[in-house]
């Protein structure tokens, strides 16, 4: 089992681009269905919103505001792919394990993207999740040698 002394445990506004964003509230900030606004999401006045400012762990990290972390959890209602894309360079060089909870297709497909050139292996959290990486799902990543 491998130590880890430098975690990041969630990236809740690490995204591709360092922009302003709208953020849905829906129940309240102690809510799950709290989430960044999807492509093509509809919103009116009666959905809570705030305007929340996203960040590249990339930047974060050239920019040594943080270390590059061994370890991160990332589940963050279908946005995944994005904020990977934003770390992609973070994650090349310092090989994180990542723990990943899988919301949509095209987040899937985004984190494999980034995930399958930098060589790592995709293990199911729990028995009942197929073993390819599926919506609805919980996934470690690991770094192959």
Do not use: C
């Amino acid at each position: 089992m491998p130590s880890f002394t430098r975690l990041i445990l969630s990236l809740p506004m690490i995204a591709r681009l360092p922009v302003q964003q709208r953020f849905f509230l829906y129940e309240g900030m102690e809510s799950t269905s709290t989430h960044l606004a999807f492509e093509g999401e509809t919103w009116n006045e009666s959905i809570p919103t705030m305007q929340v400012k996203t960040l590249r762990l990339d930047d974060l990290v050239d920019a040594r505001e943080i270390i590059a972390p061994d370890f991160i959890k990332l589940d963050v209602e279908g946005h995944g792919h994005k904020a990977l894309a934003g770390a992609a360079r973070t994650i090349a060089r310092s090989r994180p394990v990542l723990l990943v909870g899988l919301h949509s297709e095209a987040e899937i497909s985004g984190i494999l993207a980034v995930l399958t050139p930098l060589r790592y292996r995709t293990t199911p959290i729990f028995k009942e999740a197929p073993a390819t990486p599926s919506s609805g799902y919980d996934y470690l990543f690991e770094p192959l040698p």
